[in-house]
């Protein structure tokens, strides 16, 4: 997969980069309008990662320039305005979702695999991970050809774990994942510390494997089975 | 009172004046000529009986009479009398000149008589003209005031009723009408130029909230991400404190500022756009997302609501209850109950809990926070109140007898 991050702040994008490079997605990266104004003239993406905001231009512009050249691509517009008129005024262009920062790395990686998924594998989309088995179009969870009964909430959860493996999540990116930013969830940390045990208990007694590490007091971890 | 009535009834009260003064003075004047004619004239009349009576003869004048008395010549003395007319079958007034003169050596006590000019139907006559006058002048008189100023102010009304309708958030700038009046012009100036200061420092204000709170964003989305960065490393326990308590700062503040830049743009009316939207719907939505968050603190939530349609802003109204549901959840005791009902003219959420000493108008106030908590951002409230007043509803609150109460009436 491979993804162009547009952004001007150069501790940001290297941050992106770093992170979903690590993911294993082929990143480039352009911190200026006419820089990334080039490469999507030069080359083909499958999604590109678009801050609005840039010092020579605006992003909107850009996205429509991209949208003419390759309809293909996907786009998940970052930006610092929580403003509804930017948010539609992309999607009319044709992004595919609209992320407002400060954001969390893991959310953003979620969002490109979400659209990569809607985008490539149109009907059936299963993700793997050792014996398990996420189809993510019937939203149904399998342990080895075995289904597991999951809750709307725990079955996020896991996606989230899944598509986010080896990286601390902290509860307040899972939190905002599940419900949201809109609310303070500070004292309702709580909720996820329950989902993840409800979540845990189902997978150790389908799986008979615990691949969930939590890290006191920072967070939630996703590893595989050593 | 209004300017225009003030001086058309000022012009009315001048006029009535007047034409009072004038009649009443014509009425005087007229009575003392008529009177001094007539006197003359009684005095001619005497004059020529006494001639006659010198002649020898004794005339026989109606309305006269003469005597022989033995007293001495008096001096004239005028008087009234009443004199039957059997024409009119009425007493009618006379004027009469009574003097004793000596002619031929003989005392002749001489009384003629002369009707006087009916007085009253005179007063009456002459008051009728003067109504009459009087009205007509008063009433052209007011018409043509009242138009003419109305023509002259009208620059003035309008320029008020711009004025009226101003406001330092809105996007352009105050415009008056010019006027030909220099008066009216200087005032113009004046106001102009003060309105464009005022709208221009609050734009300018409005403009820094805005881009302070943008440019905010970005370097708190470092920080959280060099944070989470870091928190990928192993690290002691005592490294990992350090760290989640950096974060949980960096995500206040990133909250609060998302909060202040939502009211920023409450203030800058920057939702206009309304929509069709049926508001029992977004309350039933709103719960359901928050439903766990109840369940979790073993609170009970009881929801009842009218089908009720109106015109609002979605996205506000979204905001609107999910910041009163989260007031609610964040300020309910464990085992409690909220309520949130939903009817025609209103919206009521209530949810038990201890009194909180602070009442409605400190409560709605930014920063403002019932417990000193380390979590809410106190901009919560402050919100509800700005998307109430954008939308023309009233928020109150009230407690009594353990249960908290917010009253939005549309």
Not at chain 2, 96 to 124: C, P
Not at chain 2, 246 to 263: E, I, Y
Request: some cysteine.
């Amino acid at each position: 997969m491979k993804l162009l991050i547009v952004e001007d702040e150069p501790v940001l994008l290297e941050e992106v980069e770093h992170y979903l490079g690590q993911q294993g997605f082929l990143c480039e990266s352009a911190p200026t309008y006419l820089l990334a104004e080039d490469k999507v003239s030069l080359y083909a993406y499958d999604v590109v990662v678009l801050d609005i905001t840039l010092p020579d231009g605006n992003g909107l512009q850009l996205l429509r320039q991209l949208k003419n050249l390759h309809p293909e691509t996907g786009v998940v517009i970052i930006s610092a305005k929580n403003s509804l008129d930017d948010k539609l005024s992309g999607f009319g262009l044709g992004a595919d979702d609209y992320l407002t920062k400060p954001f969390h790395m893991e959310e953003l990686n979620a969002r490109i695999n979400a659209l990569i998924r809607r985008r490539d594998f149109k009907g059936s989309a299963v993700l793997t991970f050792e014996e398990l088995e996420v189809d993510t179009e019937a939203h149904e969870v399998s342990v080895a050809g075995e289904k597991l009964q999951l809750t709307k909430k725990e079955y996020e959860l896991l996606l989230y774990f899944i598509i986010n493996k080896n990286r601390l999540l902290s509860q307040r990116s899972i939190a905002e994942h599940l419900w949201g930013d809109d609310y303070d969830m500070a004292d309702n940390y709580n909720f996820v510390y329950m989902h993840i045990k409800n979540l845990r208990r189902k997978l150790v007694s389908t799986a008979g494997t615990d691949y969930i590490t939590t890290v006191y007091g920072m967070g939630y971890k996703w590893t595989a089975a050593s | 009172m209004k300017l225009l009535h003030k001086t058309t009834l000022l012009y009315l009260l001048a006029t009535t004046l007047i034409l009072v003064a004038a009649g009443v003075t014509l009425m005087l004047v007229l009575r003392g000529l008529v009177d001094d004619e007539i006197d003359e004239e009684l005095r001619l009349q005497y004059d020529l009986i006494v001639e006659q009576i010198r002649g020898g003869e004794l005339p026989n004048v109606p309305l006269t009479t003469i005597a022989q008395v033995s007293q001495g010549p008096t001096a004239e003395l005028f008087g009234d009398s009443l004199v039957y007319d059997r024409v009119q079958h009425l007493h009618e007034e006379y004027k009469y000149l009574r003097k004793t003169s000596t002619i031929n050596g003989q005392n002749y006590q001489i009384m003629v008589m002369d009707a006087h000019v009916g007085w009253q139907e005179f007063f009456r006559t002459i008051f009728l003209v003067f109504l009459v006058m009087a009205a007509s002048l008063v009433l052209a008189g007011a018409i043509i005031n009242y138009l003419a100023a109305r023509s002259i102010w009208r620059p003035f009304f309008q320029n008020l009723n711009i004025l009226k309708q101003f406001s330092v958030s809105a996007p352009q700038p105050m415009q008056l009408q010019k006027s030909s009046i220099r008066e009216f012009e200087e005032l113009r100036e004046v106001l102009e130029e003060m309105t464009h200061k005022s709208w221009q420092e609050f734009s300018s204000l409005r403009e820094f909230t805005e881009n302070a709170s943008h440019e905010t964003q970005t370097p708190l989305a470092i920080i959280r991400s060099k944070l989470d960065r870091l928190s990928q490393y192993p690290v002691s326990e005592e490294m990992a404190e350090h760290i989640v308590h950096a974060k949980s700062g960096v995500d206040r503040l990133s909250r609060m500022n998302k909060s202040l830049l939502l009211l920023a743009k409450l203030d800058n009316n920057a939702f206009t756009d309304k929509q069709e939207l049926n508001l029992c719907e977004k309350l039933q939505e709103q719960a359901g997302q928050m439903e766990e968050l109840f369940t979790l603190r073993n609170i009970t939530l009881e929801l009842s609501c009218e089908r009720v349609r109106m015109r609002a802003n979605t996205y506000l109204c979204e905001v609107l209850i999910s910041n009163l549901l989260a007031n609610a959840v964040h300020y309910t005791p464990e085992g409690g109950t909220v309520s949130g009902a939903l009817t025609k003219d209103k919206l009521v959420f209530r949810n038990t809990g201890q009194p909180i000493g602070l009442d409605s108008a400190q409560l709605f106030k930014r920063f403002r926070k019932g417990q000193q908590s380390n979590h809410s951002t106190g901009l919560g409230l402050a919100i509800v109140q700005q998307i109430c007043q954008v939308h023309g509803w009233r928020v109150n609150y009230g407690y009594q007898t353990g249960w908290h109460t917010f009253t939005i009436s549309f």
